[in-house]
């Protein structure tokens, strides 16, 4: 019988953990971190004052809903990237290596960081679930949105396209229409404590 | 019966969030769990056989699942469910936003799945179980819906 004994176990690393997670608040300043990018680069996110807004991206490798988000999230990068926004992804799957992460960024053809948050301390401090969860940044670190990157899996039938309302809005020091919003996505494959 | 017949009765609904609450409402009187899962979703898979076990154990409880599939994912769906064969009903999800459908089925979901609510005999729910979790997990929250009617009553 291994189940009862793996349940246990399981058990009790998620009853620990949970006290450990948290949540920020619309409105609230970010607290700036450092950790190691896929390629070993340590990434400060206290380099990047200045920039127009700050997107932070949890994303996963091996997730078809953060995977069908990859082109989209190419392209954000790349055009709001050229308006001085800076774009950053967090992977905080136990089960994703950095080579692997690496591997798919190529593949992918992301521009941006991707960093490793081992243990999922990031993902516990911000309240993240699952794959893919945007929050954004604004000039003065201040959290203006938080969720989906916008309403449609599948990319066809888009009707809200959150992500790109809120740094419009930031960009031109706008209330961001739509501050929270939800959707469906993996669970971030936390580590048991 | 050809094979197409008898996957297509495997599957239940489809819901949306009210036809979920309408569902749940159905069994008052026994406390509920609801499940909402998707075949892509690893640990849904994972905790499936053990949801199973214990809604195999647990006949005073009513156990009701909701896949969150997309259509696409409909041949995935039927041939999962047709090989484990759960004791519970598999319902589909009736297409449309999802925040109207995370909201309407519980404002505190995050939206994160596996999700797992339970509910006491009085159709309150009395826990929200996002993401991981265990057979242990879900029976704490059956014996807490039973001690919280107990208190009430």
Partial sequence: ?193 | MSAALLLAVVLAGPLDAAGIGRAVAAHRGRPVVLTLWATWCEPCVKEFPALAALARERKDVAFLSVSIDEPDDRKALEAFVAERRPPFPVYTRTPGPDQAFIDGVDREWSGVVPATLVYDREGRRVALLQGEHTRADIEKALARAKAERGAGS
């Fill in chain 1, 1 to 193: 019988m291994r189940l009862p004994r793996l349940a246990l176990v399981t058990s009790v690393g998620l009853a620990a953990a949970a006290p450990a997670i948290g949540a920020v608040a619309i409105g609230e300043k970010l607290r700036p971190f450092k950790l190691d990018d896929a390629t070993g680069k340590t990434v400060d996110l206290g380099g990047l004052q200045g920039r127009k807004a700050v997107v932070l991206m949890f994303i996963a490798t091996q997730c078809p809903v953060s995977n069908s988000y990859n082109e989209r999230m190419a392209a954000l990068s790349r055009e709001y990237g050229a308006k001085g926004v800076a774009f950053v992804g967090i992977n905080s799957n136990r089960q994703e290596s950095v080579e692997e992460i690496a591997g798919h960024a190529a593949e992918h053809g992301f521009t941006f960081p991707i960093l490793k948050d081992v243990g999922n301390v990031q993902a516990d401090h911000f309240g993240a679930q699952v794959t893919p969860e945007i929050y954004v940044y604004d000039p003065a670190w201040v959290l203006r949105y938080h969720g989906r990157i916008d309403d449609d899996r599948s990319g066809a039938n888009v009707k809200s396209r959150d992500l790109r309302n809120a740094l419009d809005a930031v960009l031109a020091g706008q209330a961001v229409p739509v501050a929270e919003t939800k959707a469906f996505g993996c669970t971030i494959k936390r580590v048991g404590r």
